[in-house]
């Protein structure tokens, strides 16, 4: 009689924890399932390192700008050489769902004659328009208007 209650008794453990298993493992599935949808964020370009933009005073030297930022994306000659580091932010909410753009830069360094560090300025997009978020100004017409406007059409991927 007595092994017949342990027997009963382990059963029902056995069964209370298949019980409490089938219903952890379900949310566990569910929940993995969810994770596949949640949103993603991609970066493409340059990605400005924390606090570089602090240690490239005016003045500094076209070899400074280069050990603190790298390699240019591109370069151009403005009355005085430019860097130009193009990077571009996008997100999509979920998995199979297409890519949208949420940022996109240009940071630029102007170079004196010398090749010394004479502007910089951080380009993005802000109602539709070109902004420096430096300055706080949108550029409006001449030299760097006509080579900023192509390179923000180039990376727009809308």
Same mark, same amino acid.
């Not at 004196?112 to 802000?126: H, S």
């Given at each position: 009689m007595r092994h017949s209650i342990e027997r009963s008794r /382990? +059963?029902? #453990? /056995? @069964? @209370? =924890?298949r019980r409490g298993i089938g219903p952890a493992l379900a949310l566990g599935l #569910? +929940?993995?399932g969810l994770s596949a949808c949640t949103s993603e964020q991609f970066q493409k370009g340059y990605i400005l390192p924390t606090g570089a933009l602090? *240690?490239?005073p005016i003045? @500094?030297? *076209?070899? *400074?700008v280069l050990i603190v930022m790298g390699t240019p994306s591109t370069v151009a000659t403005l009355n005085g050489e430019v860097f130009y580091y193009i990077s571009q932010r996008s997100e999509r909410p979920v998995a199979f769902m297409p890519q949208k753009v949420v940022d996109q830069r240009v940071i630029a360094i102007y170079f004196d *004659?010398? /090749?010394q =560090? /004479?502007?910089i300025a951080n380009y993005g997009l802000q109602d539709g328009k070109i902004f420096d978020f430096i300055s706080r100004t949108t550029p409006t017409s001449g030299q760097e208007m006509s080579y900023l406007a192509p390179l923000f059409r180039l990376i727009s991927f809308r």
């Amino acid at each position: 009689m007595r092994h017949s209650i342990e027997r009963s008794r /382990r +059963g029902g #453990l /056995r @069964a @209370a =924890v298949r019980r409490g298993i089938g219903p952890a493992l379900a949310l566990g599935l #569910l +929940g993995a399932g969810l994770s596949a949808c949640t949103s993603e964020q991609f970066q493409k370009g340059y990605i400005l390192p924390t606090g570089a933009l602090e *240690q490239i005073p005016i003045g @500094a030297s *076209q070899d *400074q700008v280069l050990i603190v930022m790298g390699t240019p994306s591109t370069v151009a000659t403005l009355n005085g050489e430019v860097f130009y580091y193009i990077s571009q932010r996008s997100e999509r909410p979920v998995a199979f769902m297409p890519q949208k753009v949420v940022d996109q830069r240009v940071i630029a360094i102007y170079f004196d *004659q010398n /090749r010394q =560090v /004479r502007r910089i300025a951080n380009y993005g997009l802000q109602d539709g328009k070109i902004f420096d978020f430096i300055s706080r100004t949108t550029p409006t017409s001449g030299q760097e208007m006509s080579y900023l406007a192509p390179l923000f059409r180039l990376i727009s991927f809308r």
